[in-house]
């Protein structure tokens, strides 16, 4: 496990914001619960979540649509499956 530095934590917050604020309330719980226990690896799968639009971002989030393609792992299934836990 890799400690985010206060840099990289201000940057991931930054990344994290989304035009939808159901999707900002989502993520910023999740952040709130998790941020410290981040790996690389999970900065890395959410940078894979935040690429997605806002409303393709809420589907999945509110379980509406599962993860396919790039975004089915294992990983970000865990992560997904957390944040529409909060």
Same mark, same amino acid.
């Given at each position: &496990?890799?400690?985010? =530095?206060?840099?990289?934590? =201000? @940057? %991931?917050?930054?990344?994290?914001?989304? #035009? %939808?604020?159901?999707? /900002?309330?989502?993520? =910023?719980? *999740?952040? +709130?619960? *998790?941020? =410290?226990?981040?790996?690389?690896?999970?900065? /890395?799968?959410?940078? @894979?979540?935040?690429?997605? #639009? +806002?409303? +393709?971002? %809420? +589907?999945?989030?509110?379980?509406?649509?599962?993860?396919? #393609?790039?975004? /089915?792992?294992?990983?970000?299934?865990?992560?997904? #499956?957390? &944040?529409?836990?909060?």
């Amino acid at each position: &496990m890799s400690g985010l =530095t206060e840099l990289e934590r =201000t @940057r %991931l917050r930054w990344r994290a914001r989304r #035009g %939808l604020l159901e999707n /900002d309330l989502i993520i =910023t719980r *999740y952040l +709130d619960a *998790y941020e =410290t226990q981040l790996t690389d690896e999970d900065v /890395d799968a959410l940078a @894979r979540l935040f690429e997605l #639009g +806002d409303n +393709d971002l %809420l +589907d999945l989030l509110l379980a509406r649509k599962e993860p396919e #393609g790039e975004l /089915d792992t294992p990983r970000l299934r865990a992560i997904i #499956g957390k &944040m529409r836990e909060l």
